[in-house]
Every structure is written in structure tokens, then in C-alpha cells.
């Protein structure tokens, strides 16, 4: 994947644990993710599904 470089911050969400955990996975197995320089569509669509996630679980935490 050729996104930036990204920092998880802990959430009580399980939702965003098992988004990450299916981004995670799919990167490990794709040889398009662990090439610099290639892009790979189905991970940077299961990265910004987490990323959603994650951004609705912190703002239903700050309400």
C-alpha cells in the first residue's frame, strides 16, 4: 500500500479491532502491499474502512 504511514490509538471499538486485524491480513498475504511503489486496491479500501471505523468510534466516544 502506498498510503502514508498511519498510528492506531487504542478504541474500546470491536469493530475497528477486527477492521485493522482484516487490513492487517490482507496486507501480510498481498505481494502488491509489500512492494514499495505498487498500489493495491482492496488494501486501501480495507485501510479506510478501518480508518471510518475508527474515526465513528472516537467521535460516539467524545459525545
Known amino acids: 500500500m ?3 504511514e498511519h498510528t ?3 478504541t474500546t471499538d470491536p469493530f ?6 482484516t487490513a492487517i491480513e490482507h496486507a ?4 502488491a ?3 514499495p511503489g505498487t498500489e493495491c ?3 486501501e479500501r480495507l ?3 478501518y480508518e471510518a471505523v475508527t474515526r465513528q468510534a472516537r467521535s460516539a466516544e467524545a459525545m
Open 33 to 35: 502491499c509489500r512492494t
Open 2 to 4: 502506498t498510503a502514508p
Open 47 to 49: 485501510l479506510r474502512a
Open 16 to 21: 475497528s479491532d477486527q477492521a485493522w486485524r
Open 28 to 31: 501480510a498475504g498481498c505481494p
Open 41 to 43: 486496491q482492496t488494501g
Open 8 to 10: 492506531t490509538e487504542p
